[in-house]
C-alpha cells in the first residue's frame, strides 16, 4: 500500500473508515441527501451528535467527506474520488491474484513428465 499524503489518502485510510456500520450509513445518507449537518445525521442514528462528529473527523481523514461552513452551520458533502482509488487498487490487487491462482491451476493440471 502506498503512504498517505496530504491530497490523496491512502487506500488502507479509506478501507478503514469505511470498516465501521455507522461511518458506512453516514455515507448512505449524505450520498441521499446530498449533504447533512453533524445534527441532522445523529437525529437519524443511534448514536449522539457527538459520536457522528468523531465518525465524521475519521471520514475527513480519508477524504471520504469535506465539510463546508455556512454561518454557524457546517454542512458535509461526500467526496468519492478516494473510494475510486480505493476500488482501482483492490481491482488491481483482484487481478494479481488471479494470474497467480491461474499459474498455480496450469501447473497443477499440466500433465506429468512435459
Known amino acids: 500500500m502506498t503512504a498517505s499524503t496530504d491530497t ?5 485510510d479509506v478501507l478503514v473508515a469505511l470498516a465501521d456500520p455507522i461511518r ?10 446530498g ?16 459520536a457522528v462528529a468523531k465518525h465524521l473527523a475519521v471520514l475527513d481523514r480519508a477524504g471520504l467527506v469535506r465539510a463546508h461552513r455556512t454561518g454557524r452551520e457546517v454542512r458535509y458533502e461526500v467526496e468519492l474520488h478516494p473510494l475510486k482509488q480505493a476500488t482501482r487498487w483492490m481491482e488491481a490487487l483482484a487481478t494479481q ?15 506429468p513428465g512435459t
Request: proline fraction near 9%.
Open 8 to 12: 490523496e489518502p491512502a487506500p488502507e
Open 24 to 33: 458506512r450509513q453516514i455515507l448512505a445518507t449524505l450520498t441521499g441527501q
Open 35 to 50: 449533504g447533512a449537518t453533524s445534527t441532522s445525521l445523529a437525529a437519524g442514528l443511534p448514536v449522539t451528535r457527538q
Open 97 to 111: 491474484w488471479e494470474h497467480r491462482l491461474r499459474a498455480i491451476k496450469d501447473l497443477a493440471e499440466k500433465p
